[in-house]
Nanobody
Framework: VQLQASGGGLVQAGGSLRLSCATS????????MGWFRQAPGKEREFVAA????????DYANSVKGRFTISRDNAKDTVYLQMSSLTSEDTAVYFC??????????????????WGQGTLVTVSS
């Protein structure tokens, strides 16, 4: 299973970006997906998760109301729409596929496959 994250870049505070994560997994639609991020000097943290069908989502408190996770099972792709970005959102963003669950999970240990990460830099 390969995950390819893209869409990162440099954006001004208050701006928006949409991250994409395409996968080669033909069973993509059977698994929950998530986004995590790692800021410089910090541990990786949960950002958002979505269930297999997209009907359930969950967010870290720090991004709730600003970020939206979605998926297109026909394209085997998950997205993270980010808006009202602040310097605190600067990080490498990783997409991940759950190991066994079709639901959503916020626990990093529940994810078995990870993308390479895409860097988001928010300038203030």
């Amino acid at each position: 299973v390969q995950l390819q994250a893209s869409g990162g870049g440099l954006v001004q505070a208050g701006g928006s970006l949409r991250l994409s994560c395409a996968t080669s997994d033909r069973n993509f639609r059977s698994y929950g997906m998530g986004w995590f991020r790692q800021a410089p000097g910090k541990e990786r943290e949960f950002v958002a998760a979505i269930s297999w069908g997209g009907g359930r989502t969950d967010y870290a408190n720090s991004v709730k109301g600003r970020f939206t996770i979605s998926r297109d099972n026909a394209k085997d792709t998950v997205y993270l729409q980010m808006s009202s970005l602040t310097s605190e959102d600067t990080a490498v963003y990783f997409c991940a596929r759950a190991a066994i669950t079709a639901g959503l999970t916020t626990r990093e240990s529940d994810y078995a496959y990870w993308g390479q990460g895409t860097l988001v830099t928010v300038s203030s």
